[in-house]
């Protein structure tokens, strides 16, 4: 949700504020703000067979504008760079698992991509 959140803000559907809103949201109900560390081509390759996928290419239920959303493809230029902010503070552990992560409820399980 938050990285499909910061690829709209980088299509230009959303602003900065309502994504940190989003992710201060997340945070407050104790879900988890960032993905593990796997590489962006890691992430491509799973999304690529993803339900959503049409012929290999990658679509995304986005945030057209607050309360309205929409299915919409995204070219890798943008979608790894979403992809590395939202997993950058575990990248910054050195791609161990850290943070929320590692908080209860998920002890030291890594989630599943």
Known sequence: MLMAARLSERLGHVDAAFV??????????????VGPALGADNYLEHMRVDKKAQDGDIRFVLIQQPGQAMVQGAPDALVVPALQDQCRT???AGGAVAGPWTDPPYGSRVPPP
């Open 90 to 92: 575990v990248a910054q």
């Open 20 to 33: 940190q809103r989003l992710v201060d949201l997340a945070r407050r109900a104790g879900l988890p703000t």
